[in-house]
């Protein structure tokens, strides 16, 4: 499988601030996606990271809000903004597509980003 | 329709017992289930997966029973273990490793 990592790991964050989010795979892979987990509850999709385009967003997830690059087929990033208390979340970011190998169409996840919005 | 449905919330089961935990859908469309393993302040890690053409998957302790018609599949952990206590999720996608639609997500606690 991919080795994925995300930096920041954690943070503590002021209302109204932003932060971007980094999600690094150590192969190229096809497919990038960024999930949303709140406290306690299920992972809900917030968009899919479209390589040298737009990210394709969800229902309830908008770009001004959380704007996502992918500037190759190894790198992402989520930018949460203008935060508010309510996004506090975990944040991960998923594979798959990993070239050369039986897992091409498995999806696997980063060890996620906790964010506290005070 | 996207829905994924899981239950139980909670699950308690005694060392070497078998855990259930059950999911249905509605969207047919559906092609792919797989099922996520999660400790806390880790990532989900995949466990095991299957498609609506086979009615059984197997892997060590791990077995996924599907059930096309009613539009249900399963998860049995056989001889349970204390390491398997974490959160378990079902998903559901159109196609093998495009988007994901999860569960509810079930807690497993397994005492010695």
């Known amino acids: 499988s991919a080795v994925i990592s995300q930096k920041p790991s954690r943070d503590i964050c002021q209302r109204g601030t932003s932060l971007t989010i980094q999600c690094q795979v150590d192969?190229?892979?096809?497919?990038m996606f960024w999930y949303r987990q709140q406290p306690g509850q299920s992972l809900t999709l917030i968009a899919t990271?479209?390589?040298?385009?737009?990210?394709?967003?969800e229902s309830g997830f908008v770009i001004d809000k959380f704007p996502i690059s992918r500037p190759n087929l190894t790198f992402s990033t989520l930018t949460v903004s203008n935060m508010s208390p309510e996004d506090s979340s975990i944040y991960l970011c998923?594979?798959?597509?990993?070239?050369?190998?039986?897992?091409?169409?498995?999806?696997?996840f980063g060890p996620g980003t906790r964010l506290t919005v005070l | 329709q996207q829905q994924v449905k899981q239950s139980p919330q909670s699950l308690i089961v005694q060392k070497g017992g078998i855990s259930i935990i059950n999911c249905a859908y509605e969207?047919?469309?559906?092609?792919?289930f797989p099922w996520y393993q999660q400790f806390p302040g880790k990532g989900p890690a995949l466990l095991i997966a299957?498609?609506?053409?086979?009615s059984e998957k197997k892997e060590g302790r791990f077995t996924i029973s599907f059930n096309k018609s009613a539009k249900q599949f399963s998860l049995h952990i056989m001889d349970s273990q204390p390491g398997d206590s974490a959160t378990y999720f079902c998903?559901?996608?159109?196609?093998?490793?495009?988007?994901?639609?999860f569960g509810t997500g079930t807690r497993l606690q397994v005492f010695p």
């Open positions: 998923s594979v798959s597509g990993l070239a050369g190998g039986p897992t091409y169409n498995e999806q696997f």
């Open positions: 192969s190229q892979v096809t497919m």
């Open positions: 990271a479209n390589q040298g385009s737009e990210a394709t967003y």
């Open positions: 969207n047919t469309a559906f092609d792919y």
């Open positions: 299957i498609r609506p053409d086979v």
């Open positions: 998903a559901a996608s159109m196609v093998r490793g495009d988007k994901l639609i």
